[in-house]
């Protein structure tokens, strides 16, 4: 960084020619004070801080560790986790289509390109798409739901690409919110929650209705707990949406078809858009659990559900067996929308022209994925074996290491990618903590990392009850990684309980 | 489409069990206002019946054309523009990195991609990037900079990498829209203008403040005219940031040094921000003419401009000589911004992750081209020369078309990929247009496609003087194509005028 950039950034005033003071015309007093209350703990200063220990470790600063082992994010590619082959196959065939000729790509992906291209303008992957995505991508989404919700008949029509999950999420969000002061739209949205839901509701200026998911149960929605949210709420507000995510992110919780049943029938009742992100759905490592899609079971609820309750369910290129984040692709499936309010919502994503194409092209081949007589299925499907096999294994031992060390409890990780134990912090601690003007699981977060070189998220950036405590870590190291991830944080653990002198027994 | 979705769309009222209605949650009464007052021309009704044409044409409908010419939209690889090879070669290189060992891809674009893969995390371009994208790209954009700008520094810490220009210019508006009432952040734009502005504005809730392009001048940017607008909008709100678009969308103007520095000094003195959107900075055609940038100027006007006034440039994969709209690549730089308000800007950008990373390659390509000693530099060489001087031909044989036809008067195209010539509407089109509740170039418009299958924009899309029409159209047809296009639009505009039976001269 040059020194000159630098220092003239932190003056804020100078003198003019004319004798006048130039002020900035951006201070943190005239920030968007929308902007300045969004959170988001995944990328916050605990990672900001790993990736200053990172630089000095690089350039010999010494630490008590050899290396930061980053467990904040589900960045599956960046914790080594290896490309689906066909997958980039076939972006590879979109983006340089004389590879059409090369006999090193075998027929199928050949075939799934050709057939990309073709729905692109000029038959190149750098022209816009519409802005729902490109029409034949869009069909291939609409049939494997299809096939995923046996027989659950799907319209491309309702089908949205868009730019990751989080897009989506914030395009449905912004249509739903108006109103002033008790007329506001609120926002139904799970504690723990990913802080996406909660950053979009502070900078669309919602009100946010936090309902708790159950801890002692496997971190399971309850529907009385939903009721409850929901009255309260409706003293100062006007409840609108109710966000689900299922498999959760961060309670690695799978939902039953029960469950859903009882949202659902919940938001008819109570006028509620619904909202379900589904980008885990095929992250499920409990083999007696399995996902159940929100429009599979309204269906099933009968045709006076299935016609009117308004639902937007979200997918993502970025999570599953490929974890391609970096391709930003995704889509959303919106059921019973308003016509007059679909042609709006078209607009509305018609400003920003259209999702990356080459992030279209990748969702196409995660949802049409080689068939059993076709020359890559097999290493396709060993390769998505090999994946999934390895997190439900990792999974399993994330949750059982954890609840050896006294003072973590930690539910059973039954899908999506990460663990949320529960862990105790001794009162002395939490004392320290609040008078460094910090959450305890934020200091004990940070103490961890500099210690440890491990990067977790404290709980509090998602949510939690009141006096409790806990932090979110991927699955996602190699085996090999993760088993030293869970030693130190358990080695950490005890010396942390023993520092603060803390011989009372943890509260389960 | 399914006719159950449809018929079901358009009951927003059902019966439930209970015997209470069940309402939609979402309709043109609950929508967020702020969505509904976007307006986005380049993707408006006459675009959506253009696709509906073409649809028609494809199954055998009777149209007085055999094609639909979309010259609506700045998307070259849809009108046939090629991709720029080296380019491609690089980003399937990224994406499929076994290639690496192929020995049909040139040394230097292998370079490129194992310089890229090495700056992502798992060396994938599937693992998110940095907020504010993969270093070593914002390392190539900032020497770019100073080379673009003979020497100027430039610090690769000031580097955001975007989804295309539009999601950067969406997050620095977002940033600086505060206050209510007369303290209300009001956003200075050209007119004519490219609507993303006029949309974000909406969208944001900020005031939007006109200063008109002097279409008597070559649609110049007059000093004296932003003075006039900043004064009258002091009354009712706070202006803080000013628009420049240079070269111009939709005007095909190259600003002069003179006026660019007219306009900065004017920013210092008025205290506002400076959002330089210089996307077509590499479509200059006039040989007398050159791009300068906003950043150059303000160096040379000294240090206590240069390290005062915040500034934010833009730029983007998807026009220039690439072309690349669908990758989505971009990037922001970003002077002189308050150290705590930046820390905002990354926290606000991390929220959505990061952009698309094969874009970023892409624009990687576009920073860092082969250099003369490189293999891929005769090539590259040639196809970017080819695509420029086509576009340069184009621009000069719209404008001296259009001119040749009365009633049409056309500025000259200096640059970018637009001619946005003003067209006389007879009076008693005038007053059909009205009593048909529609602006009168879109009623001109709307026929010139139904009866030509031509698709232009209506300048009202864009803004522009009470009292005077004008349309938007692309010179990105193939020069053929073009022609045609021309030569039945003259037809069409002469004949339009007959029947209106206007036999007085237009107005000049």
Not at 114 to 142: E, F, K, N, P, T
Not at 367 to 390: I, R, T
Request: hydrophobic share 35%; with cysteine; proline share 6%.
């Amino acid at each position: 960084m040059s020194s000159q950039v630098n220092d003239t950034a932190e003056a804020t005033v100078i003198l003019r020619e004319n004798g006048k003071m130039r002020e900035k015309t951006l201070t943190m007093d005239t920030l968007n004070p929308q902007v300045k209350a969004v959170e988001y703990a995944v990328r916050g200063p605990i990672v900001t801080k790993a990736g200053d220990i990172e630089r000095g470790l690089q350039q010999g600063q010494k630490h008590p560790f050899t290396e930061v082992i980053k467990a904040n994010i589900g960045d599956s590619h960046a914790m080594g986790q290896k490309p689906i082959t066909f997958l980039r196959q076939v972006v590879a065939l979109c983006s340089f289509p004389e590879l059409l000729n090369s006999p090193s790509f075998p027929e199928d992906a050949k075939q799934r390109a050709r057939r990309i291209l073709q729905g692109c303008g000029g038959q190149s992957l750098g022209s816009y798409s519409a802005s729902q995505g490109v029409d034949c991508i869009r069909q291939d989404v609409a049939v494997y739901i299809e096939q995923r919700d046996k027989g659950v008949p799907a319209d491309w029509d309702n089908i949205y690409l868009t730019t990751g999950a989080s897009d989506g999420i914030v395009s449905i969000l912004k249509m739903l919110v108006s109103g002033q002061g008790r007329s506001r739209s609120g926002v139904m949205i799970p504690i723990p929650q990913y802080p996406l839901y909660s950053a979009a509701i502070s900078e669309l200026e919602a009100v946010q209705i936090n309902y708790y998911l159950d801890e002692d149960n496997c971190w399971a929605l309850d529907i009385n707990e939903l009721h409850r949210a929901y009255q309260a709420a409706k003293e100062h507000c006007h409840p609108r949406v109710i966000c689900i995510i299922n498999p959760g992110n961060p309670t690695g919780q799978v939902q039953s078809r029960k469950c859903i049943e009882e949202v659902l029938h919940f938001a008819y009742e109570e006028n509620l858009f619904v909202m379900s992100d589904e980008v885990y759905q095929d992250n499920v490592y409990s083999p007696d659990l399995q996902f159940h899609s929100f429009k599979k079971v309204l269906y099933e609820m009968g045709p006076e559900y299935f016609n009117t309750v308004e639902l937007a369910s979200f997918h993502s290129t970025s999570k599953g067996y490929s974890g391609e984040c970096g391709f930003r692709g995704g889509y959303m499936e919106v059921l019973n929308l308003d016509l007059e309010v679909k042609a709006q919502l078209v607009k509305l994503l018609s400003v920003r022209l259209c999702p990356p194409v080459s992030g279209q092209a990748a969702m196409d081949v995660i949802v049409n994925p080689p068939l059993p007589h076709e020359p890559s299925y097999l290493q396709f499907h060993k390769e998505k074996s090999a994946v999934l096999g390895a997190l439900a294994e990792k999974a399993q031992m994330t949750e059982q290491t954890l609840n050896t060390v006294p003072g973590i409890k930690c539910n059973p990780v039954q899908g999506a990618m990460y663990a949320f134990p529960r862990i105790f912090i001794p009162p002395r601690a939490v004392e320290e903590a609040k008078s460094l003007g910090m959450s305890p699981d934020m200091m004990y977060c940070l103490r961890l990392l500099e210690e440890t070189g491990i990067c977790l998220v404290p709980g509090s950036g998602f949510g939690q009850r009141e006096g409790t405590y806990h932090f979110r870590m991927t699955i996602l190291p190699t085996t090999e990684k993760l088993k030293v991830l869970l030693e130190k944080l358990r080695d950490f653990h005890i010396k942390f309980l023993k520092e603060y002198a803390s011989l009372e027994e943890p509260k389960r």
